[in-house]
């Protein structure tokens, strides 16, 4: 493993929005793990990492760690090292009155479509999606510009903050379409527990949701790692090609 190591967010990051990885992504990366250790970090489930890091169940032995749902699911050199559970944490009657709560506040409002899969029980995150996860990709872009405009997404996350003061729970605004519930301190950073002991002279991270409330905030900020900001997959390979081949 090299001394220095770059996390990556996946989703905006290295992909565009829920799409595929290019080629020449991939190529590059593996030309920057010669380099430098690699890991990802994305809110999604390892499933949905692996369709879009479009390696199949490989995925885990291109990168030396891969963080899946915020690194509550975690693997080092391809084998799991960590999995959080939600439910354990949190049980069955407060899940079900956050979730019940949602699908009742989603049925009142009226957006310009509407699709299915609104909620999406993580392992260690709920995954609330107020459009519907099965929209199509057109959908997809349509609901986030119309959620600039109408910040449909902002206003739920106040409006479960004022309702359940008590629940523990921290709400993170990713991707084009939906947002995370998830116990304090399981944001992105809790990667870092994994990867501290390890020995790295440095930690880089990579992300696109760097503003406060989208789910790359917190680790972009965090002391132990230096904080890039990127606004899609092209400008994630310029910096890169700064930083480490100029």
């Given at each position: 493993?090299?001394?220095?190591?770059?996390?990556?967010?996946?989703?905006?990051?290295?992909?565009?929005?829920?799409?595929?990885?290019?080629?020449?992504?991939?190529?590059?990366?593996?030309?920057l793990r010669e380099k430098v250790s690699i890991g990802l970090v994305g809110g999604s489930d390892m499933k949905k990492i692996t369709e879009q890091m479009n390696e199949g169940s490989a995925v885990v032995n291109k990168y030396d760690y891969i963080f899946a749902?915020?690194?509550?699911v975690a693997y080092k050199n391809g084998s799991l090292v960590g999995k959080q559970?939600?439910?354990?944490?949190?049980?069955?009657?407060k899940l079900q009155n956050l979730i019940n709560f949602c699908l009742m506040y989603m049925s009142k409002i009226t957006l310009p479509v509407k699709r299915g899969n609104f909620v999406e029980f993580r392992n260690g995150l709920i995954n609330i999606c107020p459009i519907g996860r099965s929209c199509s990709q057109a959908e997809r872009d349509d609901f986030a510009a119309y959620d600039?405009?109408?910040?449909?997404?902002e206003s739920f996350v106040e409006v479960l903050r004022k309702t359940f003061p008590n629940l523990g729970l921290v709400y993170s605004?990713?991707?084009?379409?939906?947002?995370?519930?998830?116990?304090?301190?399981?944001?992105?950073?809790?990667?870092?527990?994994?990867?501290?002991?390890?020995g790295f002279e440095?930690?880089?991270?990579?992300?696109?949701?760097?503003?406060?409330?989208?789910?790359?905030?917190?680790l972009f900020h965090d002391k132990r790692v230096i904080g890039h900001t990127?606004?899609?997959?092209?400008?994630?390979?310029?910096?890169?090609?700064?930083?480490?081949?100029?």
């Open positions: 493993m090299g001394k220095e190591l770059v996390l990556f967010d996946v989703d905006g990051t290295l992909t565009l929005s829920r799409q595929i990885i290019s080629d020449e992504m991939k190529d590059f990366l593996k030309v749902e915020n690194g509550l559970s939600i439910l354990g944490h949190m049980g069955e009657e600039k405009i109408h910040k449909i997404r605004i990713g991707g084009q379409i939906s947002f995370d519930c998830f116990p304090a301190g399981w944001d992105k950073t809790f990667c870092l527990n994994y990867v501290e002991k390890d440095k930690i880089y991270f990579f992300g696109d949701k760097t503003s406060e409330g989208g789910n790359d905030y917190e990127v606004q899609n997959p092209e400008d994630t390979m310029i910096q890169l090609k700064k930083i480490f081949f100029s």
